[in-house]
Structure formats: structure tokens, C-alpha cells
């Protein structure tokens, strides 16, 4: 057997695509996970490159599909793509913020055979809402959206980023989920890579303020299953309160493909910011992509781990954690990720948690995500 | 046993070659299912009671005997990590 195909036999299928269609937004929110400079990448995949793409995926065996950004709603193409996504076989998700979308449309992607649309809020109360997305009319439009979504019949998923700023806001979050009907709220607390990691001090909640969420998603949780309800809460909380890392994306290029607006397949959304080099769609099969590119292969298996990791016997567990946090806060991506307290770099999460009980920035102070702050950071 | 079970709205069975396996398919998630779930899965249909259900699996599986005991407690367990919904 060659090295490739002895490769290729341990690794399993990309069960889960990731199709970000493009890094376009209206909305300009401060933890966006789209890399800083994504303003110097405006080449996206036309339509037959797409449907190529998903074509390739479903044949390797990928199951679910998410049609993510940037906003997927500015693509034109949306419905054609829906409908080539539901006619292979796919679970199909659309991750919307919900700025785009009508009633006609939530029909007529229906009609195309999309599963499910999640919508993304950024606060219980219009002020913190628009204030977060950058944009006057967010909130109302977003409440819109969400109704029409239960009205065609899909099933209901919010997602809240929670941060330093909404995190007291638990319970009106989940009050107004539940006025909603939805079936599933995800209180998905702020993870730092991309413009979140920019705005760290500004976003990361405090362990006390954290705490507080915690037990008031706990009471909610118990009141709702006393009660029968379907809807699940699904809070995930902050990697930087924990001592061991997360296995980061079930591990590097096991489950995960993710491409990017221009071609570029990756391992996680957030990848893109290691000094790796990463394959394009455009130059290659994903199926080459997937089994035998440098990039995807750069952290399978273990024999990249440096100690703590190496004798580590948690390693199958949690792969050493996640490779963009820990080039974030190393300079390495072949080091531990600090949030396991066995990495000789753990002090850093600790400074940052220190920095989280007496961080006093407001909102304004905040780089929000757009084209003009993007734009400087590859202008320098 | 008179119910008539259904999959919750969202949720989709279907066959996945890849895996060599049925999968149960719901927003942003996915449970590869071992063959006697997909055998009663693949009967609920929305329209027949689990009585019909369990009728139609006898008939299909005759040397498993007796299975109102299986299939009901699958579905109990179904329907309360609310994959399937009773009408």
C-alpha cells in the first residue's frame, strides 16, 4: 500500500460540509469567526463550482450541509444551490442571520427542499440587538423572520452569541424562544478566533457573570423537561473557564470539510488563519482534498504532538485541543492549546480570565466587523 | 398500542451508503442507527399504530419471535429524546 492509501484507509468520510458561499454581511457584528482580512477575498465560486462541490461531498458521503457566510442570502444563486443540495440526498441548513430573507423566500426555499433555517440573534431586546449587529432594523426584522420560519413548517433553531454584554439576559433569551416555538436554542458563548478574538477583553464574560447563565440555563432546563417540552437548550460555555481543551472539531479532518467563498477547503472555519497552506476546490477533487493534501494531513493521528500532549493519556480524547487557539496564544500551532492546565502556556487563559473580572469596555469600543476595519488589517 | 407514531417535524430517515448504514437527520445533527431501529423506523410511516407496527416487523422477522416488547420500548425511548412524536 502506498502512504496515501494507507491514509486513506484510517480516515473516515466528511460527514459534515461547511459551504460558506460568501464573506458578504450587512450586519457588522464584533465576533464574527470570518478571518480579519476577509475583505482582500472577494473572489467567490460561481454557481457550476458550487454545485461541483456539493456533488464531490455527497459522494464522499457527506450528510449534513450548511450554507453559511458571511450572509448566504446575498448569493443569488441560494435557491439553485438549495435545490441541488436536497435533489444529492442532503440535510440541508441554512445559518442566516435572517437580514434578507421574506416570507416568499422562506416558501419558495421550502418548496427547494431546505430543511432547516437557523436564524442568529444577537440580544432578547432590540437597543442591545441592533446595537451588536451594527444595524438599526436587525431585531424586528429577525423577530419577522423567525414567526414566518415556524409558520412554513421548518423546525426552529435560535442562536444567541453570548458575551460580556447579553450574558445577563438568560432568562428574557429564553422567554422569548420559547413565545417563539422554537424547537432548539443554542447559547453559543463567544468563541475567541477571528474578529472575537480581536475583541476579547471586550467580549468574554466574567467567571461570576458566567456562573449566574449557568444556573439560570440549569433552572431552565429543568422547568422545561417538568413541563414536556421538546425545545433544548443547548448552552456552550467558554473553553477559557475549562482545564481541559476541547477536541476541537472532533478532531482535525475527521468529520469536518469546510470551504471558503473562494475555494479555499479547510479543516474548520477558523483554520484559515495558520501559516498552513490550505488546497483549493478550484486546483483539485475534494476527495484529493480530503485524503491526501498536505493541509488536511498536517495534524491527523498524533505523531505531530509535542509534550505535554505527547505522554499525555487524555490525548485520544481531546487531540490536544484546538490548533488555532493555540497558535493564537502561542505562536505554535503544534503546541498544547492553553486552556489544558498541563500546557506551559495555561497562564495566558488565566490572564485573560483576570482580565475578564475587571474589563470595563462598552460596546463602542469594539471592532466591528466590515469591510472598512477589515481592510485594515492587510493594508497594515 | 393503538398510536399512531410519527417523525418529529425536521427529522429525516434515510439511507446513507457511505456509512452502510440508515441515519436519523435533524438540524445540524445526526445518529448513525444499528439495524433493529432502522427495521422499526423504516415502518413508521405517520400513518400505522404500533400495533400494525409491530404486526408488519413479526411478519418481516418471523424467527425473532415476539418483539411488542422491543419495538415499544424503542419507541418510548424515541419519542422522549423527541426524534418521534405520538399522535
Same mark, same amino acid.
Request: glycine share 6%; charged share 25%.
Given at each position: 500500500?502506498?502512504?496515501?492509501?494507507?491514509?486513506?484507509?484510517?480516515?473516515?468520510?466528511?460527514? #459534515?460540509?461547511?459551504?460558506?458561499?460568501?464573506?458578504? &454581511?450587512?450586519?457588522?457584528?464584533?465576533?464574527?469567526?470570518?478571518?480579519?482580512?476577509?475583505?482582500?477575498?472577494?473572489?467567490?465560486?460561481?454557481?457550476?463550482?458550487?454545485?461541483?462541490?456539493?456533488?464531490?461531498?455527497?459522494?464522499?458521503?457527506?450528510?449534513?450541509?450548511?450554507?453559511?457566510?458571511?450572509?448566504?442570502?446575498?448569493?443569488?444563486?441560494?435557491?439553485? @444551490?438549495?435545490?441541488?443540495?436536497?435533489?444529492?440526498?442532503?440535510?440541508?441548513?441554512?445559518?442566516?442571520?435572517?437580514?434578507?430573507?421574506?416570507?416568499?423566500?422562506?416558501?419558495?426555499?421550502?418548496?427547494?427542499?431546505?430543511?432547516?433555517?437557523?436564524?442568529?440573534?444577537?440580544?432578547?431586546?432590540?437597543?442591545?440587538?441592533?446595537?451588536?449587529?451594527?444595524?438599526?432594523?436587525?431585531?424586528?426584522?429577525?423577530?419577522?423572520?423567525?414567526?414566518?420560519?415556524?409558520?412554513?413548517?421548518?423546525?426552529?433553531?435560535?442562536?444567541?452569541?453570548? !458575551?460580556?454584554?447579553?450574558?445577563?439576559?438568560?432568562?428574557?433569551?429564553?422567554?422569548?424562544?420559547?413565545? @417563539?416555538? $422554537?424547537?432548539?436554542?443554542?447559547?453559543?458563548? *463567544?468563541?475567541?478566533?477571528? #474578529?472575537?478574538?480581536?475583541?476579547?477583553?471586550? @467580549?468574554?464574560?466574567?467567571?461570576?457573570?458566567?456562573?449566574?447563565?449557568?444556573?439560570?440555563?440549569?433552572?431552565?432546563?429543568?422547568?422545561?423537561?417538568?413541563?414536556?417540552?421538546?425545545?433544548?437548550?443547548?448552552?456552550?460555555?467558554?473553553?477559557?473557564?475549562?482545564?481541559?481543551?476541547?477536541? *476541537?472539531?472532533?478532531? #482535525?479532518?475527521?468529520?469536518?470539510?469546510?470551504?471558503?467563498? =473562494?475555494?479555499?477547503?479547510?479543516? *474548520? !472555519?477558523?483554520?484559515?488563519?495558520?501559516?498552513?497552506?490550505?488546497?483549493?476546490?478550484?486546483?483539485?477533487?475534494?476527495?484529493?482534498? #480530503?485524503?491526501?493534501?498536505?493541509?488536511?494531513?498536517?495534524?491527523?493521528?498524533?505523531?505531530?504532538?509535542?509534550?505535554?500532549?505527547?505522554? &499525555?493519556?487524555?490525548?485520544?480524547?481531546?487531540?490536544?485541543?484546538?490548533? *488555532?487557539?493555540?497558535?493564537? @496564544?502561542?505562536?505554535?500551532? =503544534?503546541?498544547?492549546?492553553?486552556?489544558?492546565?498541563?500546557?506551559?502556556? !495555561? =497562564?495566558?487563559?488565566? $490572564?485573560?480570565?483576570? $482580565?475578564?473580572?475587571?474589563?470595563?469596555?462598552?460596546?463602542?469600543?469594539?471592532?466591528?466587523?466590515?469591510?472598512?476595519?477589515?481592510?485594515?488589517?492587510?493594508?497594515? | 398500542?393503538?398510536?399512531? %407514531?410519527?417523525?418529529? %417535524?425536521?427529522?429525516?430517515?434515510?439511507?446513507?451508503?457511505?456509512?452502510?448504514?440508515?441515519?436519523?437527520?435533524?438540524?445540524?445533527?445526526?445518529?448513525?442507527?444499528?439495524?433493529?431501529?432502522?427495521?422499526?423506523?423504516?415502518?413508521?410511516?405517520?400513518?400505522?399504530?404500533?400495533?400494525?407496527?409491530?404486526?408488519?416487523?413479526?411478519?418481516?422477522? %418471523?424467527?425473532?419471535?415476539?418483539?411488542?416488547?422491543?419495538?415499544?420500548?424503542?419507541?418510548?425511548?424515541?419519542?422522549?429524546?423527541?426524534?418521534?412524536?405520538?399522535?
Amino acid at each position: 500500500m502506498s502512504q496515501a492509501q494507507e491514509s486513506r484507509a484510517q480516515v473516515g468520510p466528511p460527514l #459534515w460540509l461547511l459551504a460558506e458561499v460568501t464573506y458578504r &454581511c450587512p450586519l457588522q457584528c464584533p465576533y464574527c469567526s470570518n478571518p480579519l482580512d476577509f475583505a482582500q477575498s472577494d473572489q467567490e465560486l460561481s454557481t457550476e463550482q458550487w454545485v461541483s462541490v456539493l456533488r464531490q461531498g455527497r459522494a464522499m458521503g457527506a450528510a449534513q450541509l450548511g450554507f453559511s457566510g458571511g450572509e448566504p442570502l446575498v448569493r443569488q444563486d441560494l435557491p439553485e @444551490l438549495i435545490a441541488e443540495a436536497r435533489l444529492l440526498g442532503y440535510y440541508t441548513n441554512l445559518i442566516t442571520s435572517g437580514i434578507g430573507l421574506n416570507e416568499a423566500k422562506v416558501e419558495s426555499f421550502r418548496e427547494a427542499g431546505l430543511d432547516h433555517i437557523q436564524v442568529s440573534f444577537q440580544a432578547s431586546d432590540p437597543e442591545l440587538n441592533n446595537a451588536v449587529a451594527g444595524s438599526r432594523k436587525a431585531f424586528e426584522q429577525k423577530l419577522a423572520m423567525a414567526r414566518a420560519v415556524k409558520d412554513a413548517g421548518y423546525p426552529m433553531v435560535l442562536n444567541f452569541v453570548i !458575551h460580556r454584554h447579553n450574558i445577563h439576559q438568560m432568562e428574557d433569551i429564553i422567554d422569548l424562544c420559547e413565545r @417563539l416555538g $422554537a424547537d432548539y436554542v443554542e447559547l453559543a458563548t *463567544c468563541q475567541y478566533y477571528g #474578529w472575537a478574538f480581536k475583541n476579547r477583553e471586550g @467580549l468574554m464574560p466574567s467567571a461570576a457573570q458566567l456562573e449566574v447563565a449557568e444556573r439560570e440555563v440549569n433552572a431552565r432546563r429543568q422547568t422545561l423537561a417538568e413541563a414536556g417540552s421538546a425545545m433544548k437548550l443547548i448552552f456552550v460555555t467558554p473553553d477559557y473557564y475549562e482545564v481541559r481543551p476541547k477536541a *476541537c472539531m472532533n478532531g #482535525w479532518g475527521s468529520l469536518f470539510l469546510t470551504v471558503a467563498p =473562494d475555494g479555499t477547503a479547510l479543516p *474548520c !472555519h477558523s483554520a484559515r488563519l495558520l501559516p498552513i497552506e490550505f488546497p483549493n476546490v478550484k486546483d483539485q477533487s475534494l476527495k484529493s482534498i #480530503w485524503y491526501d493534501s498536505p493541509g488536511f494531513n498536517h495534524y491527523r493521528g498524533d505523531s505531530w504532538m509535542p509534550e505535554p500532549c505527547r505522554s &499525555c493519556d487524555e490525548k485520544d480524547r481531546d487531540f490536544g485541543g484546538c490548533r *488555532c487557539q493555540a497558535y493564537l @496564544l502561542t505562536g505554535d500551532a =503544534d503546541n498544547a492549546d492553553p486552556v489544558c492546565d498541563k500546557s506551559p502556556h !495555561h =497562564d495566558r487563559i488565566l $490572564a485573560a480570565r483576570r $482580565a475578564a473580572d475587571h474589563a470595563t469596555a462598552g460596546l463602542e469600543e469594539l471592532t466591528y466587523r466590515n469591510a472598512r476595519n477589515s481592510r485594515l488589517f492587510f493594508r497594515g | 398500542m393503538n398510536q399512531i %407514531p410519527k417523525l418529529r %417535524p425536521g427529522f429525516r430517515f434515510q439511507w446513507e451508503p457511505v456509512q452502510n448504514a440508515h441515519v436519523l437527520l435533524y438540524p445540524e445533527g445526526m445518529v448513525k442507527l444499528n439495524e433493529s431501529a432502522s427495521a422499526i423506523l423504516s415502518e413508521v410511516n405517520g400513518e400505522s399504530t404500533v400495533a400494525e407496527i409491530v404486526e408488519r416487523l413479526e411478519n418481516r422477522f %418471523p424467527e425473532a419471535g415476539a418483539l411488542e416488547g422491543d419495538v415499544c420500548e424503542f419507541l418510548d425511548d424515541a419519542r422522549q429524546q423527541h426524534w418521534i412524536m405520538m399522535v
